[in-house]
């Protein structure tokens, strides 16, 4: 377990230069305080606990953000009246996908309709900040959340072995332009799965990425 946790958020902060929430269906805000236990973020408070207010800033656009484990990761989309891949457990009338892993601890990462949030002024976090750790408020090894990345939708797959596979189905209605495995209005069932360490099927509401700000920077 340690292994994949650190995979997954080693290399979710090298390809978006975000820290990974563990469990990826954890909910944190904008704000909260907590501490790195090895890479993992633990959640202990909020800032306006503390007395420091501050406003929030909102993205209007959108994104999607994709990434799979280079050369570990084969994702198969089927339509409705196709033919499946081969050894696969979805007829030709479904629709749905098959992933296959070649590597323990590979990683398939979707998110859909991604908004950002943050904290509108960070040069008055950064003085709240300094102000706390110098009058011995402040615990150096806390950090806050100032950058929140949300998520519509987002599908997590990691594998727990170098043959790993998962097949989603679709039981919505769906046209050949909807198939997105991070889409949550496809209604996507596990129709089968092997050595899945852990699986997180189009789920709506994630806050699968985040900055921190630490106590004292230069």
């Known amino acids: 377990m340690k292994a994949m946790v650190k995979r997954y958020i080693t ?12 469990l990826p269906t954890s909910t944190i805000e904008v ?10 973020f633990e959640r202990l408070s909020h800032l306006r606990n503390e007395g420091i207010d ?11 953000l994709d990434y799979s484990s280079e050369g570990a990761v084969t994702i198969s989309p089927k339509l409705s009246g196709k033919a499946p891949v081969a050894g696969s457990v979805l007829s030709e009338a479904d629709a749905g996908f098959t992933v296959d892993f070649s590597r323990k601890n590979a990683i398939v990462f979707k998110a859909k309709g991604v908004v950002c949030s943050s904290i509108k002024d960070q040069i008055k976090l950064g003085r709240d900040l300094k102000k706390k750790y110098d009058e011995g408020k402040w615990d150096k090894k806390w950090v806050v959340v100032r950058e929140l990345v949300r998520a519509e939708s987002a599908t997590i797959l990691i594998s727990g072995s170098t043959s790993s596979r998962i097949e989603l ?42 900055k921190v700000r630490r106590g004292r920077e230069r």
Not at 15 to 21: D, G, I, L, M, S
Not at 54 to 64: C, V
Not at 177 to 182: E, G, N, Q
């Open 11 to 22: 290399d979710l902060y090298s390809q978006f230069h975000y820290y990974a929430t563990w």
């Open 31 to 40: 704000g909260s305080i907590g501490t790195f236990s090895g890479r993992e």
């Open 54 to 64: 501050f406003e929030i800033q909102e993205d209007t656009s959108q994104a999607d």
């Open 169 to 210: 189905k679709a039981t919505a209605n769906i046209g050949a332009d909807k198939l997105d495995i991070a889409d949550a209005s496809l209604s996507l069932n596990i129709a089968f799965e092997k050595n899945i360490g852990t699986k997180i099927v189009a789920e709506k509401g994630l806050t699968p990425l985040f």
